[in-house]
Structures are given as C-alpha cells and as structure tokens.
C-alpha cells in the first residue's frame, strides 16, 4: 500500500501525519471561467483519495488556483473562492462536512498558513500544474490518478448521500441506464429509443434518461441505481464514480477525439469496468449520432459478461464470510 502510494502520488502516505495538505496550484488550466464541474473535479478528487489516505489527520485543501481570463475584469475565481456551477458549490460543501479545511490562498496573509505548508512538505500533495490538463489521465492512462483506491470514490458518494453506496453483491439481471446529452455540441444520440427497445429484447430493466436541469443528488442517484451505463463522453459522467458494485461503463466517443480515457479512467478508478465504443469522424451531424441499436446489444453484452464475473465472485465470498 505504501510503494503504491509512492508510485502514483509521488510521496509516501503518512497515517500519523498531523496534516494531509493537498494543493492546488495557481495557474495552468486554461479554461474558461467559470470553471467547469467536469474539470474541477481533476483537482478535487485526487485530494479527496489523498486525505482518506490520511483519516487521521487533518485535511487542508489549499486553492491557489487563479482563472487568468478574469484578472482584468477584476473578478477571482478559484476552484473553491466564487465557484459559478451548483455542482461545484454542492461538491465543496461535501469536504466541508466531511471536515475539510479549505484555505483560500489569496484571502489570506501569506505569512498566516505557508510555514504549515513549508514545514510540512513530506505530508503535502500538490498537483503540478502539467496534470491540470483535461487529458492528463489520458496520457497518463493511469486510473489510479482518481482515487488511491475504490473505497474512497465510495467514501465520496457516501458522504453526499449517507448509506447510498454499499457492498452487498448486485443481482445478476442488470439494471441499464442509457444517458443522453442534451442536443449540445454535436455528441447526443439521435436514436435513443430504437436503442432503448434494442436493449429490452435482452434485458427487463432499461432507463433512458437526461441530466439537463436535473440536481445533484438526482443525477447521483441514477449513476447508483443502474449496473450498466451507456452514454456518450461528456460532463454527464462526471458522477460516474458512483456506479454500484461490479458496475460497467459503456462509453460512446468520436474517433480520435482527445478525451478517449478521460471519463472512462474515473469508473475503473472506482471499481467499476469500462469500455469505448468509437464512432466514425463523419458521423457527427446536427441531428445526433445514430448508431446501430443491434452493435451496442452486442458491446453490453460483453459488459454483462464480465459483471457475471463479478457478481458470482462477489456471492462466493460472501458464503464463505470474507
């Protein structure tokens, strides 16, 4: 667990630290302002994973972050100080429930917190400004950038919403959820309910859902209650940390398109499996994607396959106590 720890933070975790400082730097992103939820949360949760690395410590959330868009305006935002997007308000008091000191850096006399910071290097993860980047799990191609290990993505769904994620072994009769976009930047499928009546030829339990205008909680809880997701890339799947035990994520994205692991990375993170079903370049028109309701039967199939897997191991050890 220690050279694990090592390996992907850089340091070595410390359970009997006094402090878990995780830090986040000032510049580097390059988005717009408001920061979005779906790249806030590349700073978030791998300094959640890091203080449960550290329960018994206190955790210190440093936000140096600074949007240089917005300094001739005169406005400043962190990832934490005027957050614009509900989902990030709703996010940041979540670390503070769970007792996360947040220091804003700027709103602060330098010379009140940087001495904690300086004298307790060994026991700080900062995130280098290269890794602010949306494709860094992309490069990477490191799952474990998310959380340290799935018990803290389920830590994390537990603490917004208490008991919602638990260890009981799943049924072997999947619940599918298929996710669309709103009609958005090209990336919704035009044919959801031929897929929809596809998928009931196979299987009981079959949603379709939209997470536009839904709240938090909402869109939290749909990410729980189904096994299987399919849904094409995009923010959508910023929650997707909360797919229930032995869950499986099918992901729809354009060929050649950037962000191929970016979402995908943040299921395995948590334990769940995930796959990429990629469409051709020409595909994308203004109408949506319209892919073969037979080809994406076959792709949950597979998915089902390995939650098979899954769930008998998990009913196994159950019967014998572990």
Partial sequence: MIDRGKAIFGRMPDPSARFAICTIPRDGYGQATPLAFQHAILLLYPCW????LHPRSQAILVDRYRNPRRRSSGV????????QSSFLKE????????GVVIWRAFHHNSSLWPDLVRNNRELQLEIKQHEMAPCWPVRKQDPSYWFFCPSHAHAL??????GLHH???????????LLNRGGS???????????????????KHVDLAYFERKPFVEQLLFMTNHDILISPTGAQLSLVFALPRCGSLLMLIRERMLLLLYFTTLAVSAGATASILQYPLNMTVSNGICLQPSGIAQEVEKLQDLRQGCVSRCMGCMAIGV
């Fill in 49 to 52: 994973s890091w203080f449960k």
């Fill in 76 to 83: 400043v935002n962190g990832v934490t100080h005027n957050p």
């Fill in 91 to 98: 996010m940041i008091s979540v670390f503070e429930r769970e």
């Fill in 157 to 162: 769904a537990n603490a917004i919403v208490p």
């Fill in 167 to 177: 260890d009981n072994c799943p049924l072997v009769e999947p619940r599918i959820g």
């Fill in 185 to 203: 930047k090209n990336r919704f499928l035009g044919n959801p309910l031929q897929i929809v009546t596809e998928l009931q030829k196979y299987w």
